[in-house]
């Protein structure tokens, strides 16, 4: 099965950069996924990686390393709204489809 | 488009009693999820279904069975309701060829 281990809570400061990482254990993946998850919200997908190395998105980024089985989510320019569990994800290889997300980091920005 | 949609938004039942959460997406999407999030937790995987036609158990199957029956609609059914299963579920979808998955606002659900 599938293990993916996340910080249980992160603060940081306005306008400061914030990395959330994900740790795993996995039996062969296709790819490390994050999502955004307010309070009394669905998730919402930010980014993808299905390769080693880092893709950016606007003030979002996110890398992957499957040698060290290590993922991380950076957020630069924090903004209040970035306050929200964020979420790590993989879904199974080999033909089939079932997904296992990691425990989730809750991000609190300070001003 | 409404994306993926569940049906209903609130519900609270008495032990024992049976119901079924409703979900659909119009996004042509050939895979479907069902998650529960309890407080303060991740997501967890009830059930699946890659295609229309087959489903599979997830990491938290039992007291839930599913029907995916037709490529848009994907229920979530509990036969006798038990307070451990009082929680928030989720519906999701997935293209084929992405990993990308769509989320319903979720079905707040309350078990006494």
């Known amino acids: 099965g599938q293990s993916l281990e996340q910080p249980s809570e992160v603060t940081a400061v306005e306008g400061a950069i914030v990395q959330i990482n994900c740790t795993y254990q996995t039996s062969g993946f296709y790819g490390l996924s994050w999502y955004q998850q307010h309070d009394g919200g669905a998730p919402t997908f930010l980014s993808y990686?299905?390769?080693?190395g880092l893709e950016e998105t606007g003030r979002f980024s996110s890398f992957l390393s499957r040698s060290d089985s290590y993922g991380y989510l950076l957020l630069q320019e924090l903004q209040m709204k970035d306050s929200a569990s964020y979420f790590c994800?993989?879904?199974?290889?080999?033909?089939?489809?079932?997904?296992?997300f990691g425990t989730g980091t809750k991000l609190q920005v300070i001003p | 488009n409404a994306g993926v949609t569940q049906t209903p938004k609130f519900q609270v039942l008495k032990t024992g009693q049976s119901m079924t959460l409703q979900c659909a997406q119009d996004?042509?999407?050939?895979?479907m999820y069902w998650y529960r999030q309890d407080p303060g937790m991740g997501l967890r995987l009830i059930y699946y279904?890659?295609?229309?036609?087959?489903?599979d158990k997830g990491e938290v199957p039992n007291g839930y069975n599913v029907s995916r029956l037709n490529k848009r609609e994907f229920s979530l059914r509990l036969e006798s309701a038990a307070p451990s299963q009082t929680s928030v579920y989720f519906c999701a979808s997935r293209p084929l060829v992405s990993d990308e998955q769509f989320f319903g606002p979720g079905t707040r659900l309350t078990v006494l």
């Open positions: 994800a993989v879904r199974d290889s080999g033909g089939y489809q079932k997904v296992t």
């Open positions: 279904s890659a295609s229309e036609g087959t489903t």
């Open positions: 990686n299905g390769l080693d």
């Open positions: 996004m042509n999407h050939n895979s």
